[in-house]
């Protein structure tokens, strides 16, 4: 039987989907290709109709998932964007949660494309949080730029130290609620 284009494309979203989750729960070498088409349902076969390597997947997923962590920063001000990216809640949804927190270690250790991704998927996020020109003097920018790297490495590294911690740890917990408080209380 012959499958539509619609749904070779609706295939490729599902295993990009897949490998994203899979990817932040367990790292690029924790996933296998066989598995990660197993849990999407489909063939370890088809694989290769959808992507040239497993390299070619993981850029794919990280611009994915990166998104995803983009997307939900939308409309959100940072006060509240630091309440929920650094709860328990989301540092325990590694599967669900923050792609650069759950990956930037693995691809530090990448080819040139997948730190591409991230480099990108940075920008954009950076972007977003220093928000428009509107005219601001070039020093104003460069301080803004300089806060908004400042917030994304806090909150990453808050979550990646919390994550480090075994799960019941009361360290892990006062990780997140230090550096939540520091940056809320900040604003």
């Not at 076969?45 to 070619?56: P, Q």
């Not at 599967?95 to 730190?115: E, F, V, Y």
Request: glycine letters at 10%.
């Amino acid at each position: 039987m012959k499958v539509t284009k619609a749904q070779v494309e609706a295939n490729r979203a599902h295993i990009v989907e897949t490998a994203c989750t899979l990817f932040r729960e367990r790292g690029y070498d924790g996933v296998g290709v066989a598995e990660l088409m197993a849990t999407a349902g489909l063939t370890h076969g088809g694989f290769y109709r959808h992507f040239g390597s497993k390299a070619e997947l993981m850029a794919e997923a990280a611009a994915c998932g990166v998104a995803k962590t983009k997307s939900q920063m939308d409309g959100v001000d940072m006060t509240d964007f630091f309440r929920h990216y650094l709860s328990r809640e989301h540092r325990d949804d590694r599967g669900g949660g923050c792609t650069l927190a759950a990956l930037s270690g693995d691809a530090a250790r990448q080819s040139d494309a997948i730190k591409a991704t991230f480099a990108a998927g940075l920008e954009n996020l950076l972007s977003d949080l220093q928000g428009a020109e509107d005219g601001r003097s070039a020093e104003a920018l460069r301080h803004a730029r300089a806060r908004a790297i400042n917030n994304v490495a806090h909150a990453l590294g808050a979550l990646v130290l919390s994550r480090a911690c075994p799960d019941d740890s009361p360290l892990a917990d006062e990780i997140l609620e230090s550096c939540r408080s520091a940056n809320v209380d900040s604003r």
